[in-house]
């Protein structure tokens, strides 16, 4: 009961806001545009997603600066889920039916996309989705914004496979044991044998979250590395653990020109908290380092900066994706004139933004976005020097190409209207 | 058969002279051609300096291999900076750092300042193995035999066949022990390299290389054994074989090692609370905090250093152990003061409180430090690790195992040689009387309570060393913590001992069999049965204080 | 006559529970599907999820407050047989989602097949069977229990000690159900369900009929504990509470009792996981964490241990302060919150919100004595107050 009268309550408030907006000039017609933010802010998850929080309220601000969209002011709606799974589906329902958002800005790990799944689609709305992730997964109401394992694992192998990226012949693929290195560390090997690499020539190990006596795990990888041939680690691990894995590998003297290890899940944001000495030459493939020299970047960095009020304050990888993907989101509703659910998503394919590496990125039929795919290697100031960099965008692909299970599988909301089109049996799911 | 040795010696001595001989040839010649060369090495510097305008890997490369065999006077200290990042290339010239700071002209070696738009040369990771063998065999004849074993080793690694004549005349004068073998190895690896040499000679050197015995030398066995036949190929095997089993039994070692430093860190974690648990038998569930605290402390400490004092930097440990056995402390005798008092002889409500108390500080903390993690590095002489009787010991986890062993040391002397400790004693095993001899009960309280905590903090110092200081850093060892003290029986210190490194040896033999999860839950499952056979866990209390 | 022992039985404040619950099963299905949204008294499709995953933890409360308010059991450990519960539902839920995946498998969910799965596991079987599935929901907690509590309390491991291996047991479960080797979907869990026993989860009206189960249940769950505390059974364990070796002395085989209440509060415990899985859509190692057991006996402490009616209140507000504290500008301070509520219940308010309730009315009930008695002009003021009977 006590529901109704806090939802009278805040329709109440609502509008009072609405009639305090009426007086301001430059939002002179309609109730402000809800965008709700689904990030944790507190648990084991805040250390990544309260940025992401930050981000987008900081964008929110500047497009109100610039007079808000369709004319109307934009305003956040602030959740937190508390790295709690199935919390995230009680509050996407909350932003979604209570909130009257117009789109939605969050999650982080694959489990709390899964857990708030269900919710878009029953409630139809707009899920923006920043982080790179294992793929396999195309929904109306969800888009991709940040890298499908075709944008960061593969051109990172094909780096370490090349003269520059040392010919490595053997490989570690070492993950957290969860969905997105399962299935990432499945597509590599994949593609590693089919590049005619032995199966004897790649290990492959798993370890819990927040692992964190890495001294036999190091100390086999150095073992491994010992079979007189170029060895390379490519890193799935996730969070926490990263710490104290460079740590070990840093003490028990693994170098990188000896044996590189390559990290997807490892950013600026991560090096912050790592004395990066030891990891000197060690890489990360993603699509975005604060270090990159673009005019666009250095105007995000500048005022994020000024945002956070501290000169310390780094970007990442996902803070750029909410970035294009908050772009993308504005630029379709000034196409179409409203914030319909429907109708925005439809006009999302094709919509283009400047990505902050100095290209320009597309939302694809398949609610993936092309993107530039960088390899960066530690410096000691815990950033990234882009040692190497695609020619052009890569498409992001939902299906990969090199799991049996997947291959015959494509997405096109456009023309096929459908997320998972089977084009050997010509049908949808 | 005592020919064969004979012959193989006499081969290599004439090898040996030989080298030497054309040694001094090459040394008689370039000094011949010196007023001539002058020029000409310059041109050629100059040339190689030109390309790392460009900024390009490929042209790095080749300004390496020009300055490399241009041989002039500064090319070490050129391609030393290149390798430390303290080379600059703009349209003004090429300059470089020394060691030091200062700053020079690549192309006259003249002091000078860098100018603005000069960017530092880039590297990939195979551009560093390049200039390595390239400074390995241009510094093979360096005075400082440091430098010359560092040599040695890059030319084992890139067996640069250019480098053999170099170190066949170094091998004659050398007198190093160590800078010998370095070299022999070295001279070993690049004669196996060398397809074309004589089988007598590529077999001493694969016997060479099995003597040394490392994970470089099976490396590059392992290389060859494919690519050779007939004697040779029964040398590299059998040369394989041996260290591999040299391997397994170091492995066991290595093993037992890494239990002891992880049984070190569940130690750490576990004995503020065998104090806080064990001893008054509270239920600490924000003990992991207090070790969280001590690792913040580690951090602001670190960061003073950083920003005031950065010489002094390696001494900010030693200085943020006391600080954090304070802060801790005190945080312990405010939650004390403040909560847990109250709870006395109500075990389960102690649990719920501090508990509580848990999730409120780590929301502090991440209120004012900020959810992401922070900062520590490892001082000088914490990083690294060493070689001792095969074992790779790292310096880091040996100085836990010593701290931790210091920690518990000093402990057992507070509880037993000081008389707060004896008024600890005295009130966990019979408050009313302790009080009717005038023990301030409630002060000791305090104290005790004061004290686990402080050594959480104390271990907070440590952990900051191999873990993340962030604020769920307590969540993580607060459930290993009581099964350690479960385990070894509350209220006793040694039980504790005995527990961690039980336990951490044990998780370890599991690890490489079941994997590092598994094995975790089996120790799980083990020790819920074990509970089950002795409650009480290993080394019970006995008498009538047990049943309370 | 029977009635009269159930109302005996069941208590004053028993049947005023019972009474709400009545209504909330009737009223709120009711405004949700046939008020019309915009109307005051519409109840919207979000609320009604919210509710039922309230109702839901207050069943696991109910259960836990069995074994700890009556028993003296803290289980530190139980959500692992919630989990277990929903994890047995989560698997029927799979299998029928059928060809419905991504994958268009006809037996495999979907994480099976990128896994590269070739068979349904073995513990996967029978599942599309929705009695054998409501089977083990009360049967894999139930026997987890027995085996685990047979061992420790034939044993005697008692307070603190069983306290700290009910975590270890959950904690054990929760690594291993992470595992994705175990075959349960790893850390991403299940998720993505269709439908229950051929109606469509997301349909209005199954969300009505799961939320009338569930406040059904709920009573169910609260009647068998009255029955169980209210029995000689329940007396014993009441003395096994409050003095375990005396009660053994006077000739009971305490380690049966309390086996017995153990494995009754699992399977309860497992039957509210089950409910709250098709609600809530998605089940996942994370319920395994030892932090969610602790908090679940928050809930009872909050509401006011042994008590029964008041681990139920105690469940709903404190996950209803959950999502008060979630939104908006508290956001960044709801383990503040709940951390302080630790505190506060523990040092302030022993006897939970009932126990404060109860002193409210005695005190009140004390004063009207007193002014009756002076009203009448007797000089006796002696009235004390009755004040509940819970146990530290």
Same mark, same amino acid.
């Given at each position: 009961?006590?529901?109704?009268?806090?939802?009278?309550?805040?329709?109440?408030?609502?509008?009072?806001?609405?009639?305090?907006?009426?007086?301001?000039?430059?939002?002179?017609?309609?109730?402000?545009?809800?965008?709700?933010?689904?990030?944790?802010?507190?648990?084991?998850?805040?250390?990544?997603?309260?940025?992401?929080?930050?981000?987008?309220?900081?964008?929110?601000?500047?497009?109100?600066?610039?007079?808000?969209?369709?004319?109307?002011?934009?305003?956040?709606?602030?959740?937190?889920?508390?790295?709690?799974?199935?919390?995230?589906?009680?509050?996407?329902?909350?932003?979604?039916?209570?909130?009257?958002?117009?789109?939605?800005?969050?999650?982080?790990?694959?489990?709390?996309?899964?857990?708030?799944?269900?919710?878009?689609?029953?409630?139809?709305?707009?899920?923006?989705?920043?982080?790179?992730?294992?793929?396999?997964?195309?929904?109306?109401?969800?888009?991709?914004?940040?890298?499908?394992?075709?944008?960061?694992?593969?051109?990172?192998?094909?780096?370490?496979?090349?003269?520059?990226?040392?010919?490595?012949?053997?490989?570690?693929?070492?993950?957290?044991?969860?969905?997105?290195?399962?299935?990432?560390?499945?597509?590599?090997?994949?593609?590693?044998?089919?590049?005619?690499?032995?199966?004897?020539?790649?290990?492959?190990?798993?370890?819990?979250?927040?692992?964190?006596?890495?001294?036999?795990?190091?100390?086999?990888?150095?073992?491994?590395?010992?079979?007189?041939?170029?060895?390379?680690?490519?890193?799935?691990?996730?969070?926490?653990?990263?710490?104290?894995?460079?740590?070990?590998?840093?003490?028990?003297?693994?170098?990188?020109?000896?044996?590189?290890?390559?990290?997807?899940?490892?950013?600026?944001?991560?090096?912050?908290?790592?004395?990066?000495?030891?990891?000197?030459?060690?890489?990360?493939?993603?699509?975005?380092?604060?270090?990159?020299?673009?005019?666009?970047?250095?105007?995000?960095?500048?005022?994020?900066?000024?945002?956070?009020?501290?000169?310390?304050?780094?970007?990442?990888?996902?803070?750029?994706?909410?970035?294009?993907?908050?772009?993308?989101?504005?630029?379709?509703?000034?196409?179409?004139?409203?914030?319909?659910?429907?109708?925005?998503?439809?006009?999302?394919?094709?919509?283009?933004?400047?990505?902050?590496?100095?290209?320009?990125?597309?939302?694809?039929?398949?609610?993936?976005?092309?993107?530039?795919?960088?390899?960066?290697?530690?410096?000691?100031?815990?950033?990234?020097?882009?040692?190497?960099?695609?020619?052009?965008?890569?498409?992001?692909?939902?299906?990969?190409?090199?799991?049996?299970?997947?291959?015959?599988?494509?997405?096109?909301?456009?023309?096929?209207?459908?997320?998972?089109?089977?084009?050997?049996?010509?049908?949808?799911? | 058969?005592?020919?064969?040795?004979?012959?193989?010696?006499?081969?290599?001595?004439?090898?040996?002279?030989?080298?030497?001989? &054309?040694? $001094? @040839?090459?040394? #008689?010649?370039?000094? =011949? /051609?010196?007023? *001539?060369?002058?020029? !000409?090495?310059?041109? +050629?510097?100059?040339?190689?300096?030109?390309?790392?305008?460009?900024?390009?890997?490929?042209?790095?490369?080749? &300004?390496? $291999? @020009?300055?490399? #065999?241009?041989?002039? =006077? /500064?090319?070490? *200290?050129?391609?030393? !900076?290149?390798?430390? +990042?303290?080379?600059?290339?703009?349209?003004?010239?090429?300059?470089?750092?020394?060691?030091?700071?200062?700053?020079?002209? $690549?192309?006259?070696?003249?002091?000078?300042?860098?100018?603005?738009? *000069?960017?530092?040369?880039?590297?990939?990771? +195979?551009?560093?193995?390049?200039?390595?063998?390239?400074?390995?065999?241009?510094?093979?004849?360096?005075?400082?035999?440091?430098?010359?074993?560092?040599?040695?080793?890059?030319?084992?690694?890139?067996?640069?066949?250019?480098?053999?004549?170099?170190?066949?005349?170094?091998?004659?004068?050398?007198?190093?022990?160590?800078?010998?073998?370095?070299?022999?190895?070295?001279?070993?690896?690049?004669?196996?390299?060398?397809?074309?040499?004589?089988?007598?000679?590529?077999?001493?050197?694969?016997?060479?290389?099995?003597?040394?015995?490392?994970?470089?030398?099976?490396?590059?066995?392992?290389?060859?054994?494919?690519?050779?036949?007939?004697?040779?190929?029964?040398?590299?095997?059998?040369?394989?074989?041996?260290?591999?089993?040299?391997?397994?039994?170091?492995?066991?070692?290595?093993?037992?090692?890494?239990?002891?430093?992880?049984?070190?860190?569940?130690?750490?974690?576990?004995?503020?609370?065998?104090?806080?648990?064990?001893?008054?038998?509270?239920?600490?569930?924000?003990?992991?905090?207090?070790?969280?605290?001590?690792?913040?402390?580690?951090?602001?400490?670190?960061?003073?250093?950083?920003?005031?004092?950065?010489?002094?930097?390696?001494?900010?440990?030693?200085?943020?152990?006391?600080?954090?056995?304070?802060?801790?402390?005190?945080?312990?005798?405010?939650?004390?003061?403040?909560?847990?008092?109250?709870?006395?002889?109500?075990?389960?409500?102690?649990?719920?409180?501090?508990?509580?108390?848990?999730?409120?500080?780590?929301?502090?903390?991440?209120?004012?430090?900020?959810?992401?993690?922070?900062?520590?590095?490892?001082?000088?002489?914490?990083?690294?690790?060493?070689?001792?009787?095969?074992?790779?010991?790292?310096?880091?986890?040996?100085?836990?195992?010593?701290?931790?062993?210091?920690?518990?040391?000093?402990?057992?002397?507070?509880?037993?040689?000081?008389?707060?400790?004896?008024?600890?004693?005295?009130?966990?095993?019979?408050?009313?009387?302790?009080?009717?001899?005038?023990?301030?009960?409630?002060?000791?309280?305090?104290?005790?309570?004061?004290?686990?905590?402080?050594?959480?903090?104390?271990?907070?110092?440590?952990?900051?060393?191999?873990?993340?200081?962030?604020?769920?850093?307590?969540?993580?060892?607060?459930?290993?913590?009581?099964?350690?003290?479960?385990?070894?029986?509350?209220?006793?210190?040694?039980?504790?001992?005995?527990?961690?490194?039980?336990?951490?040896?044990?998780?370890?033999?599991?690890?490489?069999?079941?994997?590092?999860?598994?094995?975790?839950?089996?120790?799980?499952?083990?020790?819920?049965?074990?509970?089950?056979?002795?409650?009480?866990?290993?080394?019970?209390?006995?008498?009538?204080?047990?049943?309370? | 006559?029977?009635?009269?022992?159930?109302?005996?039985?069941?208590?004053?404040?028993?049947?005023?529970?019972?009474?709400?619950?009545?209504?909330?099963?009737?009223?709120?299905?009711?405004?949700?599907?046939?008020?019309?949204?915009?109307?005051?008294?519409?109840?919207?499709?979000?609320?009604?999820?919210?509710?039922?995953?309230?109702?839901?933890?207050?069943?696991?409360?109910?259960?836990?407050?069995?074994?700890?308010?009556?028993?003296?059991?803290?289980?530190?450990?139980?959500?692992?047989?919630?989990?277990?519960?929903?994890?047995?539902?989560?698997?029927?839920?799979?299998?029928?989602?059928?060809?419905?995946?991504?994958?268009?498998?006809?037996?495999?969910?979907?994480?099976?097949?990128?896994?590269?799965?070739?068979?349904?596991?073995?513990?996967?079987?029978?599942?599309?069977?929705?009695?054998?599935?409501?089977?083990?929901?009360?049967?894999?907690?139930?026997?987890?229990?027995?085996?685990?509590?047979?061992?420790?309390?034939?044993?005697?491991?008692?307070?603190?000690?069983?306290?700290?291996?009910?975590?270890?047991?959950?904690?054990?479960?929760?690594?291993?159900?992470?595992?994705?080797?175990?075959?349960?979907?790893?850390?991403?869990?299940?998720?993505?369900?269709?439908?229950?026993?051929?109606?469509?989860?997301?349909?209005?009206?199954?969300?009505?009929?799961?939320?009338?189960?569930?406040?059904?249940?709920?009573?169910?769950?609260?009647?068998?504990?009255?029955?169980?505390?209210?029995?000689?059974?329940?007396?014993?364990?009441?003395?096994?509470?409050?003095?375990?070796?005396?009660?053994?002395?006077?000739?009971?085989?305490?380690?049966?009792?309390?086996?017995?209440?153990?494995?009754?509060?699992?399977?309860?415990?497992?039957?509210?996981?089950?409910?709250?899985?098709?609600?809530?859509?998605?089940?996942?190692?994370?319920?395994?964490?030892?932090?969610?057991?602790?908090?679940?006996?928050?809930?009872?402490?909050?509401?006011?241990?042994?008590?029964?009616?008041?681990?139920?209140?105690?469940?709903?507000?404190?996950?209803?302060?959950?999502?008060?504290?979630?939104?908006?500008?508290?956001?960044?301070?709801?383990?503040?919150?709940?951390?302080?509520?630790?505190?506060?219940?523990?040092?302030?308010?022993?006897?939970?919100?009932?126990?404060?309730?109860?002193?409210?009315?005695?005190?009140?009930?004390?004063?009207?004595?007193?002014?009756?008695?002076?009203?009448?002009?007797?000089?006796?003021?002696?009235?004390?107050?009755?004040?509940?009977?819970?146990?530290?």
């Amino acid at each position: 009961m006590g529901f109704t009268r806090r939802g009278v309550l805040s329709a109440a408030l609502g509008g009072a806001t609405a009639l305090a907006t009426g007086y301001r000039p430059a939002f002179a017609q309609g109730a402000p545009i809800k965008v709700g933010i689904l990030h944790s802010l507190s648990g084991t998850m805040a250390i990544s997603e309260t940025t992401l929080k930050d981000v987008m309220l900081m964008l929110i601000e500047q497009q109100n600066a610039k007079g808000g969209l369709l004319g109307r002011k934009l305003e956040p709606v602030v959740v937190d889920p508390a790295s709690n799974w199935p919390l995230f589906a009680e509050k996407a329902r909350e932003l979604i039916s209570k909130e009257k958002v117009s789109s939605v800005f969050g999650c982080w790990t694959s489990v709390s996309r899964k857990s708030v799944l269900p919710v878009f689609k029953e409630l139809n709305n707009i899920l923006f989705y920043p982080v790179q992730y294992e793929g396999e997964e195309s929904e109306r109401n969800v888009f991709y914004t940040g890298a499908a394992p075709n944008q960061q694992a593969i051109p990172a192998v094909d780096y370490l496979m090349s003269k520059d990226g040392g010919e490595a012949k053997r490989w570690v693929l070492a993950g957290t044991d969860y969905v997105y290195p399962r299935t990432t560390n499945k597509i590599l090997e994949a593609y590693l044998i089919s590049k005619g690499v032995a199966p004897a020539d790649i290990m492959i190990n798993y370890t819990p979250f927040g692992h964190s006596d890495w001294q036999t795990i190091v100390s086999d990888i150095k073992k491994f590395g010992s079979a007189g041939k170029k060895t390379a680690v490519v890193s799935t691990i996730n969070g926490d653990a990263n710490v104290p894995f460079y740590k070990e590998l840093g003490n028990q003297g693994i170098k990188a020109t000896d044996i590189p290890v390559v990290a997807f899940s490892v950013g600026e944001e991560e090096l912050a908290g790592i004395d990066t000495k030891p990891l000197l030459g060690h890489l990360a493939a993603w699509n975005y380092f604060q270090s990159v020299k673009d005019p666009a970047n250095d105007a995000f960095i500048k005022a994020w900066k000024a945002y956070k009020k501290s000169d310390k304050a780094v970007t990442n990888d996902p803070m750029e994706a909410h970035v294009i993907g908050f772009n993308m989101w504005v630029k379709a509703v000034e196409k179409v004139g409203t914030v319909d659910i429907d109708k925005v998503i439809d006009a999302l394919p094709g919509i283009t933004a400047p990505n902050l590496t100095g290209g320009v990125s597309t939302m694809l039929a398949n609610h993936h976005i092309t993107k530039p795919v960088l390899i960066g290697e530690v410096r000691a100031d815990g950033q990234f020097d882009v040692v190497w960099k695609t020619s052009g965008l890569v498409p992001g692909d939902a299906w990969t190409d090199h799991l049996p299970g997947s291959k015959d599988l494509e997405a096109d909301w456009v023309t096929l209207k459908c997320g998972n089109y089977n084009t050997v049996l010509k049908k949808c799911g | 058969m005592p020919f064969a040795p004979l012959l193989r010696s006499f081969m290599l001595c004439c090898l040996v002279v030989l080298s030497a001989l &054309a040694l $001094a @040839a090459t040394q #008689a010649q370039a000094q =011949a /051609q010196t007023p *001539a060369a002058m020029p !000409a090495q310059g041109e +050629r510097l100059a040339a190689g300096l030109e390309r790392f305008k460009a900024d390009s890997f490929a042209d790095t490369e080749a &300004a390496v $291999a @020009a300055i490399a #065999a241009a041989g002039s =006077a /500064q090319g070490v *200290a050129i391609l030393s !900076a290149l390798a430390d +990042r303290r080379l600059f290339a703009g349209a003004a010239g090429v300059f470089y750092r020394d060691a030091a700071g200062q700053a020079f002209d $690549a192309l006259t070696g003249q002091p000078a300042t860098i100018p603005a738009d *000069a960017a530092m040369v880039r590297l990939n990771n +195979r551009l560093r193995n390049v200039v390595q063998a390239a400074l390995g065999t241009m510094t093979l004849l360096s005075p400082d035999p440091a430098q010359r074993v560092r040599a040695a080793e890059a030319v084992f690694r890139s067996r640069d066949a250019s480098a053999l004549v170099t170190i066949e005349a170094a091998l004659t004068s050398e007198q190093n022990p160590r800078v010998r073998r370095a070299f022999e190895e070295a001279r070993a690896a690049i004669l196996l390299a060398s397809a074309d040499a004589p089988e007598e000679l590529l077999i001493a050197a694969a016997r060479r290389i099995a003597e040394a015995g490392d994970n470089d030398a099976i490396s590059l066995l392992r290389q060859f054994a494919g690519q050779t036949t007939g004697g040779l190929k029964a040398v590299i095997d059998q040369g394989i074989v041996s260290i591999e089993q040299a391997q397994r039994i170091r492995a066991w070692g290595q093993t037992l090692w890494f239990g002891i430093s992880l049984g070190s860190v569940l130690l750490l974690a576990a004995i503020g609370l065998a104090i806080t648990f064990g001893v008054m038998g509270v239920i600490n569930m924000a003990h992991g905090e207090m070790v969280m605290i001590g690792a913040y402390v580690t951090f602001v400490v670190q960061e003073l250093f950083r920003n005031h004092a950065p010489h002094l930097l390696d001494w900010s440990l030693p200085l943020a152990i006391p600080l954090a056995f304070i802060t801790a402390g005190l945080v312990g005798i405010a939650i004390e003061r403040g909560v847990i008092r109250f709870l006395y002889g109500r075990p389960l409500e102690t649990l719920l409180a501090t508990f509580g108390i848990s999730l409120v500080l780590q929301q502090a903390i991440r209120t004012w430090f900020g959810p992401t993690n922070r900062e520590v590095s490892a001082p000088s002489y914490m990083a690294g690790s060493f070689e001792f009787v095969g074992l790779q010991i790292t310096y880091g986890r040996l100085w836990i195992v010593v701290f931790t062993l210091c920690v518990f040391a000093a402990l057992l002397l507070v509880l037993k040689a000081t008389p707060l400790g004896l008024q600890m004693r005295a009130v966990t095993q019979n408050r009313r009387m302790a009080s009717a001899m005038g023990i301030r009960t409630r002060f000791v309280d305090a104290m005790t309570f004061g004290l686990g905590s402080g050594i959480a903090g104390v271990a907070g110092v440590a952990l900051s060393q191999i873990d993340n200081v962030s604020p769920n850093l307590g969540q993580s060892y607060i459930i290993d913590s009581f099964m350690v003290v479960v385990f070894g029986g509350v209220g006793n210190l040694w039980g504790t001992l005995v527990a961690a490194f039980t336990l951490g040896i044990a998780n370890k033999l599991l690890e490489p069999f079941a994997g590092a999860v598994l094995g975790k839950i089996i120790i799980l499952v083990l020790l819920i049965l074990f509970i089950q056979k002795r409650p009480r866990g290993l080394f019970a209390l006995k008498g009538r204080a047990v049943e309370q | 006559m029977l009635t009269a022992r159930f109302f005996r039985m069941i208590e004053g404040r028993g049947l005023v529970f019972l009474g709400i619950m009545a209504l909330v099963a009737l009223l709120v299905p009711l405004c949700n599907l046939y008020v019309p949204p915009g109307n005051p008294f519409h109840v919207s499709n979000g609320t009604v999820v919210l509710l039922g995953k309230y109702l839901c933890y207050a069943m696991f409360a109910v259960a836990l407050d069995l074994v700890w308010g009556y028993c003296g059991i803290l289980s530190l450990g139980h959500g692992a047989f919630f989990a277990l519960g929903g994890y047995a539902m989560g698997m029927y839920l799979m299998r029928q989602i059928g060809t419905r995946g991504v994958y268009a498998h006809p037996v495999l969910p979907d994480f099976m097949v990128f896994l590269n799965y070739k068979d349904l596991p073995l513990t996967w079987w029978g599942f599309q069977h929705f009695p054998y599935a409501m089977l083990m929901v009360v049967l894999v907690p139930g026997l987890l229990a027995f085996v685990f509590g047979w061992l420790a309390f034939r044993s005697r491991v008692t307070g603190v000690y069983l306290s700290i291996m009910t975590q270890a047991l959950t904690y054990a479960l929760w690594l291993s159900f992470f595992r994705n080797d175990m075959g349960f979907g790893g850390n991403n869990g299940l998720t993505d369900f269709k439908d229950i026993l051929g109606f469509n989860v997301q349909a209005q009206g199954t969300r009505a009929g799961l939320f009338i189960i569930t406040c059904m249940a709920l009573a169910l769950t609260f009647i068998i504990a009255r029955m169980i505390v209210a029995s000689t059974y329940g007396k014993v364990l009441v003395a096994i509470r409050d003095g375990e070796s005396r009660t053994r002395f006077l000739g009971y085989r305490v380690e049966h009792h309390k086996l017995l209440v153990w494995v009754v509060s699992a399977m309860m415990a497992g039957v509210a996981g089950a409910l709250y899985v098709p609600q809530v859509g998605i089940i996942n190692p994370s319920e395994f964490h030892p932090a969610n057991s602790i908090e679940a006996v928050v809930w009872v402490a909050l509401g006011g241990r042994g008590t029964l009616v008041g681990a139920a209140l105690g469940a709903v507000v404190v996950n209803w302060l959950k999502t008060v504290f979630t939104t908006g500008w508290l956001a960044p301070y709801w383990l503040f919150a709940l951390g302080g509520l630790f505190v506060l219940v523990t040092l302030a308010m022993p006897k939970g919100l009932i126990g404060v309730w109860e002193d409210v009315r005695a005190r009140l009930a004390n004063r009207k004595a007193i002014a009756d008695a002076k009203a009448s002009g007797a000089g006796s003021s002696d009235v004390r107050s009755p004040g509940p009977q819970v146990p530290r």
